[in-house]
């Protein structure tokens, strides 16, 4: 089954506490993504990837980290979280980049820093 | 900056009837524009792709048009049911293979 999976689901953390969200995609995409939701805020995009080793900044990097060594896998970096940072994350693939047919999305993480 | 719109946080309807959500946006026009659909605690799923020289796409029951002179994307939902109800979001592409800006969506709930 083709699919995005993210990993935790939940967590709740402490200030400062590093975390890892890691993000893996079974469908051989070149393009991955991640976003937070907020209310009232949509989708902002944190960070994307166009294929392995090529990373950039999307609308909200301030606080995070991506790296991609692998094609399938895309981890969110968070080396020192404060509670801003509380949100809900979305990682997201796609073939070609954005202007394809379809962009497929994980499940989420919601992540709470206390 | 771009800004993106869409109707009305909620929007309520009956069974039966035709949902329209509308999806505004300032400045430019995006290449493509996308329409995504979001049940709570789910990931969005995708639903249809219209291109900035495309007036209309029809999938099923779904039907969104593109006016960029508005600057406007019509997405409907016709005979509705109550398993349409979801969050719809909107997201403007502008072909740079690099980003999507999303709405903040709208809620709709279909009454039985």
């Known amino acids: 089954e083709a699919q995005v999976t993210q990993n935790p689901r939940y967590l709740i953390t402490v200030t400062g506490k590093k975390l890892t969200v890691t993000c893996s995609q079974n469908m051989n995409h070149e393009y991955m993504s991640w976003y937070r939701q907020d209310p009232g805020l949509g989708l902002r995009q944190i960070y994307y990837s166009m294929n392995v080793e090529v990373t950039d900044k999307g609308d909200v990097p301030e606080g995070y980290k991506v790296s991609r060594k692998e094609k399938r896998n895309f981890p969110l970096i968070l080396e020192s979280p404060s509670p801003n940072q509380t949100s809900l994350y979305f990682c997201a693939s796609s073939a070609r980049g954005v202007f394809t047919d379809t962009q497929y999305f994980g499940p989420g993480t919601r992540l709470t820093v206390l | 900056s771009q800004k993106i719109e869409q109707n009305s946080e909620a929007l309520n309807i009956q069974e039966g009837k035709t949902a329209t959500l509308t999806c505004n946006y300032t400045?430019?026009?995006?290449?493509?524009l996308q329409w995504y659909r979001q049940d709570p605690g789910r990931g969005p799923v995708f639903l249809l792709l219209i291109r900035e020289n495309e007036k209309e796409k029809r999938k099923e029951r779904l039907k969104v048009t593109f006016d960029t002179t508005l600057k406007q994307s019509l997405f409907h939902i016709t005979a509705s049911q109550p398993a349409d109800s979801a969050t719809y979001l909107c997201?403007?592409?502008?072909?740079?293979?690099?980003?999507?800006?999303f709405g903040s969506g709208t809620q709709l709930t279909v009454l039985p």
């Open positions: 400045n430019y026009s995006p290449a493509y």
């Open positions: 997201a403007l592409d502008y072909g740079t293979a690099r980003q999507l800006t």
